[in-house]
């Protein structure tokens, strides 16, 4: 009887695998794309999100010869992150608010399709930092769009025809997106911005052949709307326990917790588990706030068919400087004290890089990728812990108390702009801020779908606190994530805001705010090349090859969070900025407007 | 109906300091041109309450002369030290003053950038509220604007902001006639 019951259950998972053939082809299709790197199928140009590429037709030795091949207006004005898809023959690219998306022939750059969706401005004011948007994702012949009011489209890749348009939050409340979605296996991962505004973050996988929930996991609250199980989820080796997230809040604050997922998506194959980071507690005070508040600012590693979390691991308890830690998590395999290890590399806004085991969460290595950092002294690497420097605790110095001298600044050593790694010289290649605060938090009360904040913040070079009499708010750094060191470091004048691409020709390309396109060469850092192109540069440097030649592309538009950080007075500045004199250079290099730039060799 | 300002140089503690204020009746005052009379260094009274409006004085010192634009019935009061080798300069200003500039880096700046300099989406408020009284701030700070590029979003159902328009006001009127420079102000003791 009982062999019986097995028996009809087998067949049933049979069948049940052969109704549902979109499980594993959508997977090992987008897999395929993303071997050829002839495609820049996904963000990172691969699901561990190296942003690696193997072409090397464009190498050390010629890149200085490099032209640009065509140029493509978006018709936007608001900054442009992210960068293109490259599929076969096409190419795919976003735009900020109100996200549009055009597919571009390769052939003859026309415009296959476009597809501009209707969506209410009241989303726009919602938005933090302006109305960026990272990119698409492309999987079984399909596009998704992640649209900034949190609806979720498929569209068909061929046509731009909408297959199906799902609500993944409500801007009302303060919920929006900037994210890029990614795909894996049969479903489509997205996440949710709006951590200044009490919205409390999640992770949601859907289906992607008709948009239906699969799974949805929160960052804080209840054990059971987190995915995590008490027993077998573990916080560096340690079962996290019953209620690890709401026993260290003051009373139901978890609801308006904040822990949004707005920054990049990676996934291990093997081990099946996605990696991401939840970003900070609401609100900004950390007074009004007391406990860790777990688990913001936390790495999740999460069973992609399940959403259970394997482990967790959270860098920054009870924030007290808007640290969130969502930016990407690289995953690697490298030599670590003499060992292989399959490690995930992370460059938290904090100013820490760290290295993890990612198939347990064992911390290995965390020091600091700025030197100029100095909230903390060091990461505890038994407990995990940062060891705070009293005078620049935000809550110890207290409620109406300005806090000076903070490094870095709320924008963190870096943010969402993603680095790359090269397995060719083992090194990541990171894009930083160098940028320090003044921290004033103060009360605020909490009203749905309004900014929550409550702290007021200054921010300038970080050379005024170091005392190095140098004014750079930037630096392009190549960092050893086995030691936890600085190889070489290159002063940029701003913030470095622009995704890096790495390569097999020993190049690593990035862009600045000023609108340069650089590359320099992956083992010493030397400039070999650099274009100025429209405008300045937040997206990301990606990579294709089209009948036989190898593309560098880019996207300019100068916006985002380094267009309030960094670029006040473009609308005209007519005042004096005493110390922070160094901001106001931009718009002397730069001013608006969405341009994707190609670039190759000559023929 | 127009300004009266009060010239006195004034030693404050270690610094010299400049006092500015404007006072004003409830409608738009003209602009007078104080420059030349910052030169003349001459003292003169003002009067310390118009109705519910709050005045203050205006007090110019040194070489370094402010110009007083028109205003409505937005009133602050700024003592700023000279510039230092660093180039800052430290303001303590009234307590209005003090919670607009708190107010506006709490829940502005996020758009419009540290000291209201503008980003690449939000303009800068120096220019801007030159166009505006204090009731046409107010409303379109309550009721929100659709702009050329960007949204202003409707700040009446936030308390943290709409109980904070007359501070808000202060502050930005502050930076706006040039009385006070970029930076964290202080409290008046």
Known sequence: ?603 | MGIRIDYRAREHGFARMILIAIACLQFACAAENTQDQASANAARSVPKSVGNEKVAVVTQAGSQSKESTSSTSMLYSVECGQVNDAGEQFCYVDRDTYIGWRTFHGFCSRCHAQDALGSTFAPNLLDRMREFDFSGFVGRTANGFTGQVGVMPPWKDNPNVSKRYQELFAYLKARSDGALPPGRPKKKP
């Open chain 1, 1 to 603: 009887m009982t062999k019986r019951i097995i028996g009809i259950i087998s067949m049933i998972g049979v069948a049940l695998a052969l109704i549902v053939p979109g499980t594993s082809s959508a997977n090992s299709e987008l897999m395929k794309l993303m071997d050829n790197p002839d495609n820049w199928a996904i963000w990172g140009g691969d699901y561990a999100g190296t942003r690696y590429s193997k072409l090397n037709q464009i190498n050390s030795k010629n890149v200085g010869d490099l032209q640009v091949a065509w140029t493509f207006s978006t018709g936007v004005l608001r900054g442009h992150e992210g960068g293109p898809l490259v599929v076969g023959d096409t190419l795919y690219i976003h735009t900020p608010f109100p996200n549009k998306v055009f597919a571009i022939s390769l052939n003859d750059q026309t415009i296959l399709w476009r597809y501009e969706p209707k969506q209410n401005p009241d989303t726009i004011p919602v938005m933090c930092c302006d109305t960026v948007y990272r990119g698409l994702a492309y999987a079984d012949g399909k596009i998704f769009l992640q649209q900034a009011d949190t609806h979720l489209v498929a569209l068909n890749a061929k046509t731009g025809k909408v297959i199906w348009r799902i609500k993944n939050g409500d801007p009302k409340k303060g919920e929006t997106n900037t994210n890029a979605p990614v795909v894996i296996k049969d479903k489509v991962l997205t996440g949710i911005s709006g951590g200044e505004f009490g919205v409390r973050g999640f992770l949601a996988a859907y289906y992607i052949k008709d948009g239906s929930l699969a799974w949805k996991a929160y960052s804080v609250g209840p054990d059971d709307e987190m995915l995590i199980d008490p027993r077998k989820t573990t916080h560096l080796g340690k079962p996290v326990g019953r209620n690890s997230s709401t026993n260290t809040w003051k009373g139901d604050q978890w609801k308006i917790g904040g822990g949004t997922t707005w920054g990049w998506y990676t996934y291990d194959p093997q081990l099946n588990l996605v990696y991401y980071g939840t970003g900070n507690p609401s609100t900004w005070n950390p007074v009004v706030r007391p406990g860790d508040n777990r688990w913001s600012m936390t790495i999740f590693a999460r069973d992609l068919d399940t959403g259970k979390a394997k482990w967790v691991y959270q860098m920054t308890p009870h924030d007290e400087w808007d640290y969130d830690g969502i930016n990407e998590m690289i995953l690697a395999d490298i030599k670590i004290k003499g060992k292989n290890r399959k490690v995930l590399v992370h460059f938290d806004r904090n100013g820490f890089g760290y290295t993890l085991d990612r198939v347990t969460g064992e911390l290995l290595v965390a020091e600091k990728y700025d030197p100029a950092v100095n909230w903390a002294t060091h990461i505890d690497m038994k407990t995990g812990r940062p060891q705070v420097v009293a005078k620049y605790s935000t809550h110890q110095t207290g409620v109406d108390t300005n806090t000076k001298n903070v490094c870095p600044a709320a924008l963190g050593s870096k943010d969402q702009q993603p680095a790359a790694f090269s397995p060719r010289t083992g090194l990541f290649y990171v894009p930083t801020n160098h940028v320090c605060m003044d921290y004033e938090p103060f009360e605020v009360e909490y009203v749905a779908g309004q900014p929550f904040v409550g702290a007021t913040l200054s921010m300038f070079p970080a050379g005024r606190v170091t005392g190095d009499g140098t004014t750079n708010l930037g630096n392009f750094i190549a960092w050893d994530a086995a030691k936890g060191k600085i190889v070489w470091s290159l002063p940029e004048m701003f913030s470095v805001w622009s995704g890096v691409l790495a390569t097999a020709g020993d190049v690593v390309f990035y862009g600045t705010l000023e609108g340069y396109l650089k590359a320099v060469d992956a083992k010493t850092g030397k400039e070999l090349y650099k274009f100025k192109t429209p405008s300045g540069i937040i997206g990301n440097v990606n990579t294709w090859k089209h009948k036989g030649k190898q593309y560098i592309g880019i996207l300019s538009g100068i916006g985002g969070w380094a267009g309030i950080g960094m670029a006040a007075g473009l609308t005209g500045d007519t005042d004096g900025l005493g110390a922070v004199g160094a901001y106001r250079g931009l718009d002397k290099y730069t001013q608006l407007g969405g341009v994707l730039t190609v670039f190759a060799l000559p023929d």
